[in-house]
């Protein structure tokens, strides 16, 4: 196996083996492969695509091949429709600047499109043929719970972030596009929708969805914009859904490694809130052109402990602002100076490295042992 070098770097390597036992013989399978004259067109008219980025080289991709092939062959079977489900491929050798944009950095890699839109989270269950199938099963579930009286909305969990839409019918443009943004952000909101009589007083001016915050204090926020236009609706639902500031864990360390943008990263005592609105209010301000390209993040001081000490600091320093490029970490100067051009010194070193590490072929499982490291 080849590894990537020791970076210094909050992104999480995952080391283990998966041992391949008792594989049927596949049939005829339907994969599509992409090439740059084709993906624009199958994966925009994919509701559920999985796309596996291999090299012909490496051991592990072709020892996933039969897996995946056989799981195309069972969801062909339960879902016919070649629009409602793809399974489709592309040879990075081949076609390394597909590779490049969707910031691919290991052999084999699965991941998971929606209408052409790629998830933030690839693939990371066993690769057998039963869980691949199981996966594609889960994402065709609806995520919508739908709501038979308007007593439901009172019980919803506020603990959650939550969008609420209110239609006159199901099969409408207005839900369709409702639909459409739920199966994109089912990750990272709770979807519930209201039709017809249940939801008459609520739709005074037509069509109505809302959005409840957590908290039980915080107001609900309505969604002013057009239904039928979806990159408005989605944007909106996005901005939302996933905060512009999120909390990095142990837990949630590599799925955000894997969205292949670099981090900024504030580490703070737990307690110190006001440390981190002032953050968040600074990121808003000045970055918020850069969301989608810059992953801005919080972390807790102690329990990233020791990733601190391999930049020279202590929870004593707290609080502290580093840029991870997943090449090198640099400490920003003065947390009190956040105010004044927050990001200008480290954009002009050309700190924003977009180029992935290395490229290696991985062997993967699920459960593993996290390794953050510096050099």
Same mark, same amino acid.
């Given at each position: 196996? &080849?590894?990537?070098?020791?970076?210094?770097?909050?992104?999480?390597?995952?080391?283990?083996?998966?041992?391949? /036992?008792?594989?049927?013989?596949?049939?005829?399978?339907?994969?599509?492969?992409?090439?740059?004259?084709?993906? %624009?067109?199958?994966?925009?008219?994919?509701?559920?695509?999985?796309?596996?980025?291999?090299?012909?080289?490496?051991?592990?991709?072709?020892?996933?091949?039969?897996?995946?092939?056989?799981?195309?062959?069972?969801?062909?079977?339960?879902?016919?429709?070649?629009?409602?489900?793809?399974?489709?491929?592309?040879?990075?050798?081949?076609? !390394?600047?597909?590779?490049?944009?969707?910031?691919?950095?290991?052999?084999?890699? +699965?991941?998971?499109?929606?209408?052409?839109?790629?998830?933030?989270?690839?693939?990371?269950?066993?690769?057998?043929?039963?869980?691949?199938?199981?996966?594609?099963?889960?994402?065709?579930?609806?995520?919508?719970?739908?709501?038979?009286?308007?007593?439901?909305?009172?019980?919803?969990?506020?603990?959650?972030?939550?969008?609420?839409?209110?239609?006159?019918?199901?099969?409408?443009?207005?839900?369709?596009?409702?639909?459409?943004?739920?199966?994109?952000?089912?990750?990272?909101?709770?979807?519930?929708?209201?039709?017809?009589?249940?939801?008459?007083? %609520?739709?005074?001016?037509?069509?109505?969805?809302?959005?409840?915050?957590?908290?039980? /204090?915080?107001?609900?926020?309505?969604?002013?914009?057009?239904?039928?236009?979806?990159?408005?609706?989605?944007?909106?639902?996005?901005?939302?859904?996933?905060? +512009?500031?999120?909390?990095?864990?142990?837990?949630?360390?590599?799925?955000?490694?894997?969205?292949?943008?670099?981090?900024?990263?504030?580490?703070?005592? &737990? %307690?110190?809130?006001? !440390?981190?609105?002032?953050?968040?209010?600074?990121?808003?301000?000045?970055?918020?052109?850069?969301?989608?390209?810059?992953?801005?993040?919080?972390?807790?001081?102690?329990?990233?402990?020791?990733?601190?000490?391999?930049?020279?600091?202590?929870?004593?320093?707290?609080?502290?602002?580093?840029?991870?490029?997943?090449?090198?970490?640099?400490?920003?100067?003065?947390?009190?100076?956040?105010?004044?051009?927050?990001?200008?010194?480290?954009?002009?070193?050309?700190?924003?490295?977009?180029?992935?590490?290395?490229?290696?072929?991985?062997?993967? +499982?699920?459960?593993?042992?996290?390794?953050?490291?510096?050099?």
């Amino acid at each position: 196996m &080849k590894l990537p070098p020791i970076v210094s770097s909050l992104g999480v390597v995952f080391f283990t083996i998966l041992l391949v /036992t008792g594989l049927s013989t596949p049939g005829q399978a339907e994969i599509t492969s992409l090439d740059t004259g084709n993906i %624009e067109d199958i994966l925009n008219n994919a509701g559920v695509a999985l796309v596996n980025f291999y090299a012909d080289w490496c051991r592990f991709s072709q020892m996933l091949q039969p897996i995946f092939e056989e799981a195309s062959n069972i969801a062909r079977e339960e879902f016919p429709d070649v629009t409602q489900v793809v399974f489709a491929r592309v040879d990075c050798d081949q076609h !390394s600047d597909i590779a490049q944009r969707y910031r691919i950095s290991k052999y084999p890699t +699965l991941k998971l499109f929606r209408n052409g839109m790629m998830m933030k989270r690839e693939y990371r269950g066993q690769r057998s043929v039963t869980a691949i199938a199981d996966f594609i099963r889960q994402q065709k579930v609806d995520p919508i719970k739908e709501i038979h009286s308007l007593e439901e909305v009172n019980t919803v969990d506020r603990d959650r972030r939550n969008i609420i839409g209110y239609f006159d019918q199901k099969d409408s443009e207005n839900y369709h596009t409702f639909e459409k943004v739920a199966n994109i952000l089912r990750d990272d909101c709770v979807f519930l929708a209201a039709f017809g009589d249940v939801s008459q007083t %609520e739709r005074f001016s037509g069509d109505n969805v809302i959005y409840k915050p957590m908290g039980e /204090t915080v107001p609900d926020m309505v969604y002013l914009g057009s239904l039928t236009n979806f990159d408005l609706t989605y944007a909106w639902a996005q901005d939302k859904c996933v905060p +512009l500031v999120r909390e990095i864990t142990f837990e949630n360390g590599e799925e955000l490694t894997e969205e292949g943008i670099p981090f900024l990263i504030l580490f703070h005592v &737990k %307690e110190d809130t006001e !440390s981190l609105e002032k953050f968040q209010h600074e990121v808003a301000r000045q970055l918020i052109s850069e969301k989608g390209s810059i992953n801005f993040l919080h972390a807790d001081c102690e329990k990233f402990r020791h990733p601190l000490l391999h930049i020279q600091k202590t929870p004593a320093d707290c609080p502290v602002i580093a840029i991870d490029s997943f090449r090198h970490m640099y400490v920003y100067p003065e947390f009190r100076d956040i105010e004044m051009h927050l990001l200008e010194r480290e954009k002009k070193l050309g700190v924003w490295i977009r180029k992935p590490v290395s490229i290696w072929c991985d062997h993967h +499982l699920p459960h593993a042992t996290r390794h953050i490291s510096f050099a």
